[in-house]
């Protein structure tokens, strides 16, 4: 059993380097369809996981220039104080009914086919917004839009570890159209790091981590993700578009089903 953990971390782990997608949206169903994990060790473990993970991730993309610094920093300041009162709220009302569970997941599903388009449609889309400056955000407004989303995925991410890669493409091809794919991976994997650390601190809290699971994964994800980020700018950008939009089409179907 621990070396299909390893092989599912190194998988996960290859996946999110490439693409900033498929941490919590995979690892999450993984463990609890595959392995057996109960949801909500499956939450809290995934959610250390991808701290960690994310922090090999992010040294790799910082290295070849992938990060939009003030970007995660926009992001941040909505997301960490989101999963600070997510975290105080789940221990207040112990957890969430299966209703609203369900519709978390099946709008995270919705974001992420929202995405898939986005992505595919790339090249129009940057033509649309340079023939149309006016229509995409800027200045006071952009920043704005940019911290509310972080809060919502400070949210969304605490309750179901889902949604910081999938929801934070979205968010990254929707709002900075003109950013490529491996910029969007690196800047997305960056702005993760310390919301992941804090949502895990706060399941860490609430006594829903395996130790002994997440160090398994560990050992598989760290070099994955590093071998992903490294070779992520060196793959043709059509290439990791395709990669990204199947990658994303196969967590929507995983949430929905």
């Known amino acids: 059993m621990s070396v299909s953990y390893m092989v599912s971390g190194f998988a996960v782990g290859l996946l999110v380097g490439l693409t900033g997608v498929g941490g919590g949206s995979l690892m999450t169903p993984l463990l609890t369809l595959l392995f057996g994990v109960s949801p909500s060790v499956a939450v809290g473990t995934d959610l250390a996981f991808a701290s960690v993970t994310k922090i090999a991730g992010t040294a790799a993309h910082r290295s070849k220039g992938n990060v939009h610094w003030n970007i995660v920093k926009l992001l941040c300041l909505g997301a960490l104080p989101a999963a600070v009162v997510t975290t105080f709220a ?51 407004k952009l920043v704005f839009a940019t911290i509310l989303s972080g809060a919502i995925l400070g949210t969304l991410v605490t309750i179901s570890s889902i949604g910081a890669g999938a929801i934070g493409a979205t968010i990254l091809v929707l709002l900075y159209p003109r950013l490529t794919p491996a910029e969007i991976a690196g800047t997305d994997i960056a702005y993760a790091v310390p919301l992941t650390a804090i949502a895990a601190l706060g399941h860490w809290w609430l006594g829903s981590i395996d130790w002994v699971l997440l160090a398994t994964l560990l050992v598989g994800s760290v070099p994955g993700i590093t071998l992903g980020s490294l070779v992520s700018r060196a793959i043709p950008e059509k290439i990791l578009r395709v990669l990204l939009a199947t990658t994303l089409t196969t967590v929507a179907i995983k949430l929905v089903f």
């Open 90 to 140: 789940l221990k207040h009302f112990g957890g969430l009914g299966d209703e609203a569970a369900h519709i978390i997941r099946y709008s995270i599903a919705g974001s992420v086919f929202l995405t898939v388009i986005a992505l595919i449609f790339r090249t129009r889309l940057q033509n649309w917004m340079a023939q149309h400056p006016n229509r995409q955000l800027h200045g006071g």
